[in-house]
């Protein structure tokens, strides 16, 4: 779930700077631990997945379920999910 409270503002990937992953809000799980996150003031928000992984954030594998490789469209520009 999207956050808009928080400085994440409503963006749609949330990154935990201690695990170097990056959370799909629109899908997450209690796996995620995203409140945690949000808590310990180690998250970073982001527009698109492909900007977190660029910045070597790994996609997780609860709320992510997009190979990397498929982040990028055939021009090499972001996809927004």
Not at 1 to 27: I, P
Not at 54 to 72: D, G, M, N
């Amino acid at each position: 779930m999207r956050r808009k409270e928080s400085h994440l503002n409503g963006e749609r990937y949330c990154a935990d700077l201690k695990s170097m992953q990056v959370h799909d809000l629109d899908f997450e799980t209690p796996q995620c631990s995203i409140n945690t996150i949000l808590e310990d003031g180690l998250d970073k928000p982001f527009h698109f997945l492909l900007e977190a992984v660029i910045r070597q954030f790994a996609p997780c594998p609860y709320c992510t379920a997009v190979p990397v490789s498929k982040l990028a469209s055939e021009d090499g520009r972001a996809k927004a999910f």
